[in-house]
């Protein structure tokens, strides 16, 4: 059973994210799963983590791993794997980065087992109604999220076997 087990805003520093982005044609099956797993097999977070300027506890949470996605009705769909870095951290070859000025996150954690904790939209957006807090759109009019893979929330499952997701959405302050 996937749960929702803790709702709240989260104020981030304004970041360098580090990473490279993929679109709908980068999906098996219907996920990202593969390309994860190309990240993994072939040690690309530790690239960032050996970049000049990282830091990996400049703000909570931010030694995560991040599946970062821009939405926006009629455009394309891209999904940034990667990770949030202090800004001016230096981007290693091949990778491409984004920055972002400080913000307010919406973030709730999605408790269960895997891979039912994942595409759980509609589930957070009700618990964000709930709780008063609105996902906002950039300039363009794109939604940013992301889900943010924490150690050890994500890496150590519960005696069943559980995990937490953490979920996040850019807010209004």
């Known amino acids: 059973m996937v749960e929702i087990i803790k709702p709240y805003r ?33 040690n690309l977070f530790a690239e960032i ?20 996605m821009r939405y926006k009705n009629g455009e394309p769909f891209q999904y940034w794997i990667g990770m949030f870095t202090p800004e001016g951290t230096t981007v290693p070859e091949g990778y491409q980065h984004l920055d972002m000025p400080d913000s307010m996150l919406g973030v709730c954690w999605i408790h269960g087992p895997e891979p039912d ?28 999220f992301f889900e943010r893979y924490a150690c050890p929330r994500f890496t150590e499952p519960d005696e069943n076997g559980y995990v937490i997701l953490d979920h996040c959405y850019y807010i209004a302050d």
């Not at 520093?13 to 099956?29: C, S």
């Open 10 to 42: 989260q104020g981030m520093p304004a970041v360098r994210f580090i990473g490279k982005k993929y679109g709908d044609e980068d999906r098996v099956n219907g996920s990202f799963s593969a390309k994860w797993g190309d990240w993994f097999k072939n």
């Open 49 to 68: 983590e050996n970049a000049p300027g990282y830091k990996a506890d400049f703000f909570e949470d931010a030694d995560a791993y991040i599946g970062l």
């Open 117 to 144: 904790i994942y595409g759980k939209d509609d589930l957070v957006m009700e618990v964000f109604r709930a709780n008063g807090i609105t996902p906002v759109t950039d300039s363009e009019g794109a939604f940013w």
